[in-house]
């Protein structure tokens, strides 16, 4: 099996300037611990042409944290939103009125 990693083009070549993850400043963002950040690498991926492969590839990895293919993994699996970090608020359930 070819990795996925290979099949990216090489960094020195024009083309990956088109894939967000080979951006040095931005790369830092797909594997954060902030949820706006991990949010904004999302939002990065919309347009790579490698978003399907990249997301196939990470659940086939069971990549254990980031961002791949558009998609949040935590522990091998997709998760819809990365909660903050700390404890929960009390009052979750509750309305206010």
């Known amino acids: 099996m070819t990795s996925l990693l290979t099949t990216f083009p090489n960094p020195a070549d024009t083309s990956a300037t088109m894939l967000p993850c080979h951006d040095a400043d931005a790369a830092d963002l797909f594997f954060s611990e902030r949820p706006a950040d991990l ?3 999302k939002s990065l991926c919309a347009g790579c042409p490698l978003i399907e492969e990249c997301r196939q590839g990470a ?3 069971a990549e254990p944290w980031g961002v ?3 998609a949040i993994f935590e522990d091998g699996r997709i998760i819809a939103v990365k909660r ?3 404890r929960p608020r009390k009052n979750r ?3 206010v009125a």
């Open 68 to 70: 791949w293919g558009g």
């Open 93 to 95: 359930g509750q309305r």
């Open 59 to 61: 659940l086939d990895r």
């Open 84 to 86: 903050g970090r700390g």
């Open 39 to 41: 949010e904004q690498a």
